[in-house]
């Protein structure tokens, strides 16, 4: 393991690499907290060829923090619609809110940890890129990139793994340059160091990477194994009438906090379209209005981190408005008005297919 910090064979060939290889990305062109803070946060969980229109957007819509902290946040999570994680666009508008009431971004690794939402790489990423602090950034990239020079077999994650990771990325930052470097790091992870196909044969750090000469590229990193994805099954009713449509507004603490879908029946397994009518839960929100099943939607398959989702949408025409079930959370809207609402990108699927 290196003990020379600023001083290691690959740092100076590692910075010629971005200088000629780096992407033109905007939030690389400025030092202000805000856009870099906002790429972070959206690239958290999202490629970046589709994370930059969201970027863009956002830019556009909210030029400052103060802008999104004024912000309603039916009106962000509308804007984030797609990216899914709405946790992400929840915390990145509270920050928000505690940046302008701060009267700016705190500057240091530990104020901007203390922003919702913010863990350890965003707060040390926004530390280098913005205000030059000398703080080591580790995400994916720079796992894959340290286990393979180093070929390290402690998995990344575990609670050992994530120290001595974290201790190996701070001992060779180059603390004159930490923003270049943190970003060199990762822009060599995400091009050259891939997680398939890594470019071996023509890789500048060869000489220094130990996973190379022992054959191991395609070992490093290592990982435990995933938690068990579980199934989820619902059953939406898409209950229209005179040309509205009924809506539910996701309030409890479940996946898409805040988002708007239709009224639903989770059940344990799959049912039938007349085992979901013949349920109480149907009947609890029905009751004797009429009604006219219109249409079923083949079952749609969602994946989360952790669960999948098997949703099928069952289309009922109501001859009159089911009063009994107007509340805060169902409601009925307009169809012509849907694209006011941020919704899961479950349902859109659903509503342009």
């Known amino acids: 393991m290196p003990t020379n910090p600023d001083k290691h064979p690959f740092t100076p060939t590692l910075l010629r690499w971005y200088a000629s290889n780096g992407r033109d990305l905007p939030w690389r062109h400025t030092t202000d907290p805000y856009p870099i803070w906002l790429s972070e946060v959206i690239l958290q969980q999202t490629r970046i060829s589709q994370g930059m229109a969201y970027w863009q957007q ?49 500057c240091s690794v530990a104020g901007l940890r203390a922003l919702k939402g913010v863990g350890d ?30 070929d390290i077999d402690t998995p990344i994650n575990n609670l050992k793994g994530q120290k001595l990771f974290a201790n190996l990325a701070d001992e060779l930052l180059c603390r004159e340059r930490p923003g270049l470097y943190n970003q060199a790091l990762m822009e060599f992870g ?12 023509l890789c500048p750090l060869q000489a220094q990477c130990l996973a190379f000469a022992h054959q191991t590229v395609m070992q490093r990193p290592v990982k435990l194994a995933k938690l068990k994805v579980t199934n989820r099954y619902f059953n939406y009713l898409v209950f229209r009438t005179n040309g509205s449509i009924y809506l539910h507004k996701r309030n409890t603490d479940d996946i898409w906090r805040n988002l708007y879908d239709f009224a639903c029946i ?5 049912m039938t379209v007349e085992e979901v009518i013949a349920s109480n839960e149907f009947h609890q929100l029905v ?10 939607s083949p079952v749609f398959t969602h994946k989360l981190t952790h669960r999948t989702i098997l949703a099928q949408f069952i289309e009922i025409k109501l001859d009159e408005e089911l009063l009994q079930i107007q509340t805060k959370d169902l409601f009925l809207a307009r169809e012509s008005d849907l694209g006011n609402y941020p919704i899961p990108r479950l349902i859109d699927l659903y509503l342009n297919t």
């Open 58 to 106: 956002f830019m556009e819509r909210f030029p400052t923090v103060a802008h999104l902290a004024e912000a309603e946040e039916d009106e962000v999570l509308r804007l984030w619609q797609g990216l899914g994680y709405y946790s992400r666009a929840r915390n990145l508008h509270a920050a928000a809110k505690q940046v302008v009431a701060a009267g700016g971004f705190p």
């Open 121 to 150: 790489y965003t707060a040390c990423a926004i530390a280098s890129f913005a205000f030059g602090q000398p703080a080591a950034v580790v995400d994916g990239n720079v796992y894959r990139v340290l286990a393979r020079l180093f």
């Open 190 to 201: 995400a091009l050259h160091c891939t997680p398939k196909n890594p470019n071996c044969l």
């Open 266 to 270: 989770e059940s344990p397994k799959t």
């Open 287 to 296: 009751g004797d209005t009429s009604f006219t099943v219109t249409k079923t």
